[in-house]
T-cell receptor, first 116, second 114 residues
Framework: GAVVSQHPSRVICKSGTSVKIECRSLDFQATTMFWYRQFPKKSLMLMATSNEGSKATYEQGVEKDKFLINHASLTLSTLTVTSAHPEDSSFYIC????????????FGSGTRLTVV | AQSVTQLGSHVSVSEGALVLLRCNYSSSVPPYLFWYVQYPNQGLQLLLKYTSAATLVKGINGFEAEFKKSETSFHLTKPSAHMSDAAEYFCAVTRTSSASKIIFGSGTRLSIRP
């Protein structure tokens, strides 16, 4: 079945630095990927829709200059948290579909970001 | 706009007992509905999906859900709970079109008592 690989699984960074998270579709091409943020004991909040070859579409309230999304190929989307602060600490999850979402989406294993 | 509401943020059942996790949806267009399970510090795994075919959907690990349009519900059930079922469960909805974003419910944490 469809596999989505997310890397790294866990990262600790200093306040003010930037962190890049990768999301890869391993055995299929994904023109669209989604990035979610999950706070402890909370649901998934959609941050943005990543479109291959074009600008990402951000949800209301999400700072596009803070969370940079690049979808340069059909198998790779990246999320860069710029000038990270402790409040950016969270669990970030990506998802993609091999069928345009009609059969559901496959999720990456998530990235635990801790900003110290 | 689409949304899902999960009733009960925490459900606790005894091992071997029936599991019932409730989900109600709101959608102005025919929806696709999903149930996902999440174990601690992991991503989400698809349990089952409703995509306008059979209203009773069977998924993995013995779970099933029934789409009831009249009640706008998509409740998740399992006849007999196992300890390994303890996890967070999310109901989700999306539009019946390509690459539509998925909207998640608030989640229900399922605990299993020995």
């Amino acid at each position: 079945g469809a596999v989505v690989s997310q890397h790294p699984s866990r990262v600790i960074c200093k306040s003010g630095t930037s962190v890049k998270i990768e999301c890869r579709s391993l055995d299929f091409q994904a023109t669209t990927m989604f990035w979610y943020r999950q706070f402890p004991k909370k649901s998934l909040m959609l941050m943005a829709t990543s479109n291959e070859g074009s600008k990402a579409t951000y949800e209301q309230g999400v700072e596009k200059d803070k969370f940079l999304i690049n979808h340069a190929s059909l198998t790779l989307s990246t999320l860069t948290v710029t000038s990270a602060h402790p409040e950016d600490s969270s669990f970030y999850i990506c998802s993609a579909s091999s069928t345009g979402g009609l059969d559901g989406y496959t999720f990456g294993s998530g990235t635990r970001l801790t900003v110290v | 706009a689409q949304s899902v509401t999960q009733l009960g943020s925490h459900v606790s059942v005894s091992e071997g007992a029936l599991v019932l996790l409730r989900c109600n949806y709101s959608s102005s267009v025919p929806p696709y509905l999903f149930w996902y399970v999440q174990y601690p510090n992991q991503g989400l795994q698809l349990l089952l999906k409703y995509t306008s075919a059979a209203t009773l959907v069977k998924g993995i690990n013995g779970f099933e859900a029934e789409f009831k349009k009249s009640e706008t519900s998509f409740h998740l059930t399992k006849p007999s709970a196992h300890m390994s079922d303890a996890a967070e469960y999310f109901c989700a909805v999306t539009r019946t079109s390509s690459a539509s974003k998925i909207i998640f419910g608030s989640g229900t944490r399922l605990s299993i008592r020995p």
